[in-house]
């Protein structure tokens, strides 16, 4: 049977061995979900992003437990970040989900970043598509977590759990600029800790600034360890859905996202186009170092690449 | 850069002793491998299914509580079961001399012993890994 | 220690002799290395004089042995008095067999009894238990109820023996059991000598046989305080471990600051439980580790036994004397031991004694050579054991107190792992306190961080480990080594199987409900606990209620 035959019959380790080809580039992956397109969208996809220790996943543990309660299956990719020097990585966001291991309902896979910036890795939404194909109900994204640019989620996902914990104080602050605007859903973790309603005051000050949207986001306090509040917290990612999906906005949210993926795919391969052209009609190198020479400017360079392109 | 060599570092049994699979899973990421660490007590059943899940080329396990003997063999041949027999298996800790030819019988590729480097380790994957 | 004037002088004598005959030699012979540290890492200077511990004050640190704060030992005579307390560690199999072991080591003119326990036991599973296939009997005895710790303790009096065991999630339970023991052999619970290790804390950080959430973990424990406090008031009811914290590949200060950290847990979690402080810290009880570096470890004996009478006096407010000692049992270190050319390890193993004796240690237990290899052999644990009477009687370091006080270096180390330990402690407190620190995984990933670059420092020769690393054989695969009988597992279950078809069952559900209750509620579970070992209830199912009152520890992990 081929990889695409056994990815459709439910095979777990063709869909496995096809997340690996994704990851490493190989056209097998794309090759697959060409045929297979029309099968994909049945998914609903969650990201769980915030910082670091905030729980995401023991979140993501919880949470899948109770999809699973309701008889969803679901599909897990955690994200964590590949070290620049010497290009290695501990995958280690399984350990908070052990019982799920042996679940057949449930997938999970660890990604490492390999170099991508933005939270997640370049083949995050290609294995998103092979969990969908592969007819997981629900796909829990989680991010990196480290640092303040995770907005590749938002273009990913069909919600946005926005995790953070008591006493991160002025981490709140910090992150409140452009970063706090892509949780549809908050959820403020270990809230059996001082200073919980603190923080929910500080997070419902932030989205007061933003008054004229559609979805308020609503906060939900949980304390993941002990499995309290995990089911508010689904309900209230289920209304989100329930917005989504009356108001329309799941269509365009969907829509948006394709057209940001369609666009990027077309910068890639635009690019690794020109570079591969370059050295016939136009060297990039030599226009590099006229450049540095000042004989001519960066933005005339840009301009001559394109011009001889279009031709 | 080279794709990256996967790994699963995984400790079978109810042994608690975790230094030496700490310490070769830092050394495998360092060596510019992707670690898959899943902590202590793990069942065969979930070191076989996080290795598929993962599609692993190695799953390194460690073991000093002197059950290898047992858990060993069970987890090669879970992978067999699965038809992923593909995936080097290779064993570490207080191991005596006398049990390793039984284990790389039963399917074991390597078995490293205290006082091993973590160097040789990462070296006998790089020959050993089927690509 | 000398006075200004004279800390002048000596350091003008110093700079001479650096300047003048110093410089002189060493650009002509340069010394074997740039740097040299201890074996945690720490820098060690060419030559330490008075000049190095102008700070230190006699009487305020260092003092007399047997009186705050300790430095010098817990006892006025220490080993003129009596020699420490020999203890092997030593259990495997069925109860029959470790009986016979524990017998042989009596006879050998071993001074105490130390059980270890198989990995189901330490955590609380039955021998028939699916998690325990393959593990029953290999790392220590199988003890799943009354009955095997009966047989355990057969024909050894235990109003005359103490008996340490090395257990810690289920330790209200095997303590239990040797209650129940002591009473069928007529021997009252007030007269049992003893210890139970009962430190959950480092078994999150290090060691890895936990059961139950921290919460409840801690509860168990005050409990055992409360109920040893009124009952077996001679049972140390807690030995706090740095043993496998250092194991784990920490240094020697953070050997001596994580497990003060996690002794300050447990004696806050007594107070917030009601219980008064001179009421219960004078049966806590430490247990360290001794490694290769002989000056350093005797100097972290000294600044562990200083750092703990000052946090007891100062942060506790304890007025006892005893409640202000850090006793503490040792043993050699088991990553220390190599298993290349296995018989270097008896010269490891009487250096580390030697560390332990003049560090002041109240008893002592010598890794056997094989250890790196298997379960040690009758043969090897004899070694170990003469390892320390040879030390006791041979070496002379018994007969005074405290012989390295007052060298240059020892001083000077000591004072440098309290002031380490004091830093680290004071992190700790920020965190919230060792359960919290443990929870993010602070303590964790010191002690990793420190094996990692330990293991690299070997790998890169830059730590020379004999045979190793260096002074490499050929060597043949070492003959005798000690294997478990495969059957025992089978054993085991089948001895269950006759016990619940003997017992009264439905006295044991009865006591089992009762346990669930008080388990649920607030009361102290210790007695109940007792009831239902009584009723031959097993260690399986004791826990069992407990897991499912309290639900099972998440490790947390960072890498």
Redesign the interface.
């Known amino acids: 049977m081929s990889l695409q035959e056994r990815l459709v019959s439910g095979d777990v380790r063709a869909l496995a061995r096809l997340m690996t080809y994704a990851e490493n580039d190989y056209p097998e992956a794309t090759r697959v979900i060409k045929e297979l397109y029309d099968k994909t969208g049945g998914a609903y996809v969650i990201g769980i992003t915030g910082p670091p220790g905030a729980g995401k996943s023991t979140l993501t543990d919880k949470l899948t437990k109770a999809l699973r309660a309701r008889g969803k299956t679901v599909g897990i990719i955690a994200v964590d970040p590949t070290s620049p020097f010497t290009g290695g990585a501990i995958l280690g966001d399984r350990i908070r989900m052990q019982d799920l291991f042996t679940d057949q309902g449930v997938f999970i896979r660890s990604m490492g970043t390999r170099g991508h910036l933005g939270g997640l890795s370049r083949a995050t939404q290609t294995a998103v598509r092979l969990l969908d194909i592969f007819g997981k109900d629900y796909i829990f994204i989680e991010t990196v977590g480290v640092g303040q640019s995770e907005v590749d989620i938002v273009k990913t996902a069909d919600s946005v759990v926005m995790v953070l914990m008591p006493g991160l104080g002025d981490d709140i602050q910090a992150i409140k600029a452009g970063i706090m605007e892509i949780g549809d859903v908050f959820a403020i973790n270990k809230a059996d800790l001082d200073g919980a309603d603190r923080t929910k005051i500080e997070i419902e000050m932030m989205l007061d600034l933003n008054e004229n949207r559609e979805w308020r986001p609503p906060i939900s306090k949980v304390v993941a360890v002990d499995n309290s509040g995990i089911d508010d917290l689904l309900e209230r990612i289920q209304n989100h859905r329930y917005y989504l999906e009356s108001s329309g906005e799941l269509v365009s949210r969907r829509l948006r996202n394709t057209k940001q993926e369609l666009v990027s795919l077309i910068r890639d391969r635009v690019v690794e186009f020109i570079l591969e052209e370059s050295g016939e009609r136009f060297s990039v190198d030599r226009l590099v170092e006229s450049i540095a020479s000042k004989d001519m400017d960066i933005y005339t360079a840009a301009e001559e690449i394109l011009r001889k392109i279009k031709k | 850069m080279d794709k990256p060599i996967r790994v699963l570092v995984a400790k079978p049994g109810l042994d608690g002793h975790d230094r030496g699979a700490k310490v070769i899973a830092r050394a495998f990421r360092d060596a510019g491998m992707e670690v898959i660490y899943t902590g202590l007590r793990q069942t065969p059943e979930q070191i076989v299914e996080t290795a598929i899940q993962e599609d692993v080329e190695v799953v390194a396990m460690s073991i000093l509580s002197g059950a290898h003997n047992h858990l060993f063999p069970i987890v090669v041949n879970m992978l067999k079961e699965r038809e992923a027999d593909d995936i080097l298996v290779v064993g570490g800790g207080v191991i005596p001399d006398d049990d390793i030819p039984g284990l790389k019988e039963a399917g074991v590729a390597e078995i490293f012993t205290p006082g091993t480097p973590t160097s040789q380790a990462i070296e006998f994957i790089k020959q050993n890994i089927k690509r | 220690m000398a006075d200004k004037e004279n800390q002048d002088t000596i350091s003008k004598a110093k700079r001479d002799w650096e300047e003048q005959r110093l410089k002189k030699l060493l650009s002509k012979r340069p010394e074997r290395k740039e740097n040299f540290v201890t074996g945690s890492n720490s820098d060690v200077q060419r030559l330490y004089t008075p000049t190095d511990l102008e700070d230190l004050d006699y009487l305020e640190d260092l003092g007399f042995p047997g009186e705050y704060p300790y430095t010098r030992g817990v006892q006025p005579t220490m080993y003129r008095g009596r020699l420490w307390t020999m203890r092997q560690y030593a259990g495997f199999a069925t109860a029959e067999e470790s009986n016979k072991r524990y017998k042989y080591l009596l006879e050998q003119g071993q001074t105490g009894l130390s059980v270890a326990f198989d990995?189901?036991t330490?955590?609380g599973?039955d021998s028939d238990h699916p998690?325990?296939?393959?593990?029953v009997g290999?790392?220590g005895v199988a003890i799943d109820s009354l009955k095997d710790m009966e047989i355990l303790f057969d024909g050894i009096p235990l109003d005359k023996v103490s008996t340490s065991m090395t257990i810690n999630a289920p330790a209200a339970v095997l303590l239990a059991m040797y209650i129940a023991v002591a009473e069928k052999q007529g021997v009252p619970s007030d007269k049992l000598n003893g210890t139970i290790q009962n430190d959950i804390l480092k078994?999150y950080i290090a060691?890895?046989?936990?059961i139950f959430?921290t919460q409840p973990s801690m509860r168990l424990i005050t409990d055992i305080f409360e109920y040893c406090a009124k009952h077996v008031p001679k049972w140390n009811t807690i030995s706090i471990s740095g043993y496998h914290i250092r194991?784990?590949?920490s240094t020697a200060s953070q050997e001596v600051a994580f497990t003060l950290a996690d002794g300050i847990a447990y004696v806050q979690a007594a107070i917030n439980a009601g219980l008064e402080v001179d009421e219960f810290a004078p049966r806590l009880s430490f247990f360290f580790n001794s490694h290769n570096d002989l000056l350093e470890e005797v100097a972290k004996f000294r600044a562990a036994r200083r750092l703990w009478s000052r946090i007891m006096k100062e942060r506790f407010n304890a007025k006892k004397p005893k409640s202000m000692m850090l006793r503490f049992h040792t043993q050699t270190g088991g990553?220390t031991l190599?298993?290349?050319q296995p018989d270097n390890n008896i010269v490891r193993v009487a250096i580390q004694t030697l560390a332990a004796v003049l560090g002041g240690t109240q008893s002592l237990h010598t890794n056997s050579r094989d250890e790196?290899?298997?379960?040690p052999s009758e043969e090897s644990v004899r070694i170990a054991l003469r390892t320390q009477q040879i030390v006791g009687f041979e070496s002379g370091v018994a007969e005074t107190v405290d012989p390295l006080a007052g060298s240059y270096y020892v001083e000077a180390m000591t004072d440098r792992i309290e002031k380490e330990a004091s830093e680290y402690i004071a992190k700790i407190d920020e965190l919230g306190g060792a359960p919290s620190a443990i929870d993010?995984g602070f303590v964790q990933k010191e002690i990793?961080d420190s094996?990692?670059r330990y293991?690299m420092e070997?790998?890169s020769g830059e730590r020379v480990?004999v045979g190793?690393?260096k002074f490499q054989v050929k060597e043949e695969?070492?003959k005798g080594?000690l294997k478990?009988d495969?059957r025992v597992g089978e054993m085991q279950k089948a001895k269950l199987e006759e016990l619940k078809r003997s017992r009264d069952n439905t006295k044991v559900k009865e006591a089992l409900e009762g346990l669930k209750k008080a388990a649920e509620g607030d009361e102290n579970q210790m007695p109940f606990i007792v009831s239902a070992v009584r009723e031959y209830a097993t260690l399986g199912e004791v826990c069992g209620v407990l897991r499912e009152v309290f639900g099972e520890y998440?490790?947390s992990?960072?890498?």
Do not use: F
């Open positions: 990995l189901p330490q955590i599973y998690l325990s296939e393959g593990e290999k790392v078994e060691r890895g046989t936990y959430p194991e784990a590949g990553s190599t298993a290349q790196a290899l298997a379960l993010k990793q094996a990692y293991q070997v790998e480990v190793v690393n695969t070492p080594l478990v495969p998440k490790q992990i960072v890498l």
